[in-house]
C-alpha cells in the first residue's frame, strides 16, 4: 500500500544569512511546504521572526508556507502572520488563545488552521476540536518545543497512533497529521507506520547541501 508523505523542511537549522535562497533551494528541492518557526521568548525559551520575515520569504517560495506559532497569546497575532502571507497557520494548544473562534478566524481568511501539542500534553485537549471542522492540521511535537537538533521522543508514538485512529473514525481523510522533532530516516518510517502523513524535518535535512537527496531519500523511506 502507497501512503504518502509530504515533507516540510523546519527553516530553523537553515543559515538565515541567505534565507531566501535557502527557501528556493528547498522548494527546488521537492519540498512539499517550507516550516516557519516563530517563537517569542516566553511561550519558549527562544526568539527566532516575525511577520516582516515571513513577508519576505513569501516572495521566495513556490509552495505554500506553514507557519508554526510557538507564541504566548496567538489570538493576539493570527492575523499579521496570515497577511504576510502564512498558507498554514498552527497554534499551540498549550497557548492562551488556542480556542475554536480562532481557528475559525483562520480558515475564514481562506487559510489552514492548525493544533499543536506539545510532548507533555493529552491529546484529551483537543476533544473539542477533531471532528467539529476546526482542524486541518493536528502537530504532535515529539521534541519539547524550542530549539533545534534534539532527540525523538519515541513515547510520542502513541498519540500519532490515536490521532491515526480518531481521524479514520471521523471519516476525516484529509486531515493533515504531522509530527516534528528529531526527524531523521529512523524516526520518520516510525513516524509514518504510527500514521503521519506530514513530517517536518530540519537538522537532517540541512545536514548538508544534498537538499534534494535528502528530501527524496525521507520520502522513500516512508513510501512503502
Known sequence: MTNKIKISPSILSADFSRLGEEV?????????????DVMDGHFVPNI???????????????????????????????????????????????????????LDEIKSCGIKAGVAISPSTSLEVLNNLIGLGFLDLLL?????????SQKFLFDQLGK?????????????PNLLIAVDGGINKDTAL?????????LIAGSYIFKNKNYKENIEFLKSKVTM
Open 48 to 102: 527566532t521572526i516575525g511577520p516582516c520575515v515571513v513577508e519576505k520569504i513569501k516572495k521566495h517560495s513556490t509552495v505554500p508556507l506553514d507557519v508554526h506559532l510557538m507564541i504566548s497569546n496567538p489570538d493576539k497575532y493570527a492575523k499579521d502572520f496570515i497577511n504576510a502571507g502564512a498558507d498554514l497557520l498552527t497554534i499551540h494548544a498549550e497557548a492562551n488563545g488556542c480556542h475554536p473562534y480562532v
Open 140 to 148: 504532535i511535537m515529539t521534541v519539547e518545543p524550542g530549539f533545534a
Open 160 to 172: 500519532i497512533r490515536n490521532v491515526k485512529m480518531q481521524a479514520e473514525q471521523l471519516n476525516l
Open 190 to 198: 516510525e513516524c509514518m507506520r504510527a500514521g503521519a502523513n506530514l
Open 24 to 36: 528556493r533551494a528547498l522548494c527546488e528541492a521537492g519540498a512539499d511546504y517550507i516550516h516557519v
